[in-house]
């Protein structure tokens, strides 16, 4: 077998390449005579890959995109050996057959706002087609597999399992003295695509700044290349309470979910909500969507909101913030919570499948 790991050329990984690399070290140990190959490697998270062998295989398709080493070089290379793609895309032309791939959300279909026109096609060619074509398919949710199968992914080749957080547990839960918290915040986590309510939040956080004039409103996330971002939110934005952070690594992000007072998440559309799973780890309460699969990964660990709400949600936030009691329910339960999502486990259900196939 090959697993194409080329989330190891990510100088800036997110939630995708976070959790494709945490699975692969968890199937490295069960597939110690399989190939591990990437286009590159070029980020210093990913600094841990001398751990098991990955061989670097470029070739000059690479230097015009890497997703053509992976729809033709490695399925060339790989003659018919079975491929393990953790990215989320899977060949379609050439090694369909032999294809096995993760598949984390359709959100290309589900909310178009958030892609242009050219992700979208590709993304209908790499991942719907490719998983229509798959030898089997591995999702990270029971809504993502729903959502697989109205779309043509037939059921039986559809296996879920549960991912747990991106940041390394350690980080999430050392506990170390904060060094930015002169001043309550509540935390945002994601791109700044429509789907995650980017507006919504910022008009929520203007409700309650009304009664916590000094919190401020901290959101971790860029813009990423091909996908649409929120345009006109300057007019939401008033004061000097609200910070976009941009990108931060792992132990700066590990640091603001220790420490904030709550994460805010609510999206309209997610795969699975990695950042509940991360606060969870952290200690940290969470207010999230009660649409698509987030109530499913939430459960009761979290106040569960309707999103287009904000009246809603500012309520959430605050009983959060004005009861302790709330807030260390929460905590707990959240803690609780936590224990259903690990990569050992993740690594074990995804291991076994591929061992019966």
């Given at each position: 077998m090959y697993i194409n790991a080329r989330h190891l050329i990510s100088g800036n990984p997110t939630g995708t390449h976070?959790?494709?690399?945490?699975?692969?070290?968890?199937?490295?140990?069960?597939?110690?005579?399989?190939?591990?190959v990437s286009p590159d490697i070029r980020s210093d998270q990913f600094d841990h890959a001398?751990?098991?062998?990955?061989?670097?295989?470029?070739?000059?398709?690479?230097?015009?995109?890497?997703?053509?080493?992976?729809?033709?070089?490695?399925?060339?290379?790989?003659?018919?050996?079975?491929?393990?793609?953790?990215?989320?895309?899977?060949q379609v032309l050439f090694g369909a057959s032999r294809n096995i791939m993760v598949v984390y959300d359709l959100n290309f279909i589900l909310i178009k706002e958030s892609f242009n026109w050219k992700l979208r096609l590709w993304f209908q060619f790499a991942i719907l087609m490719a998983a229509r074509k798959a030898r089997h398919v591995f999702t990270i949710s029971n809504y993502s597999k729903q959502i697989l199968a109205e779309f043509g992914v037939p059921e039986e080749?559809?296996?879920?399992?549960?991912?747990?957080?991106?940041?390394?547990?350690?980080?999430?839960?050392?506990?170390?003295?904060?060094?930015?918290?002169?001043?309550?915040?509540?935390?945002?986590?994601?791109?700044?695509?429509?789907?995650?309510?980017?507006?919504?939040?910022?008009?929520?956080?203007?409700?309650?700044?009304a009664s916590q004039p000094d919190m401020r409103l901290l959101i971790v996330g860029k813009k990423q290349s091909y996908f649409n971002?929120?345009?006109?939110?300057?007019?939401?934005?008033?004061?000097?309470?609200?910070?976009?952070?941009?990108?931060?690594?792992?132990?700066?992000?590990?640091e603001l979910y220790r420490n904030a007072e709550v994460l805010l998440f609510p999206s309209f559309e997610e795969g699975f909500g990695l950042p509940i799973v991360e606060a969870f780890y952290a200690g940290c309460p969470v207010v999230t969507s009660k649409c698509s699969c987030l109530p499913e990964i939430a459960g009761d660990a979290a106040?569960?909101?309707?999103?287009?709400?904000?009246?809603?949600?500012?309520?959430?936030?605050?009983?959060?913030?004005?009861?302790?009691?709330?807030?260390?329910?929460?905590?707990?339960?959240?803690?609780?919570?936590?224990?259903?999502?690990?990569?050992k486990d993740?690594?074990?259900?995804?291991?076994?499948?591929?061992?019966?196939?």
């Open positions: 976070r959790a494709s690399d945490r699975l692969l070290r968890e199937l490295a140990a069960y597939f110690s005579r399989a190939k591990i001398h751990d098991y062998k990955v061989h670097v295989l470029n070739h000059f398709l690479c230097t015009f995109h890497h997703q053509l080493w992976e729809q033709f070089y490695l399925p060339w290379i790989s003659k018919k050996e079975v491929i393990l793609n953790l990215m989320g895309t899977g080749k559809i296996s879920v399992f549960y991912p747990g957080p991106g940041i390394n547990p350690d980080l999430l839960s050392s506990g170390t003295e904060s060094r930015i918290k002169d001043k309550p915040y509540i935390l945002c986590v994601g791109s700044l695509q429509p789907h995650k309510n980017l507006i919504g939040i910022l008009k929520t956080f203007k409700k309650i700044s971002s929120v345009d006109g939110i300057d007019k939401f934005i008033t004061g000097s309470n609200v910070e976009f952070t941009g990108y931060l690594t792992d132990e700066m992000l590990a106040a569960l909101v309707d999103p287009h709400d904000h009246d809603e949600m500012a309520s959430a936030v605050l009983s959060i913030i004005r009861d302790a009691k709330v807030r260390d329910d929460f905590i707990q339960k959240g803690f609780e919570r936590s224990r259903k999502f690990t990569w993740a690594g074990e259900t995804v291991a076994r499948k591929i061992a019966e196939l």
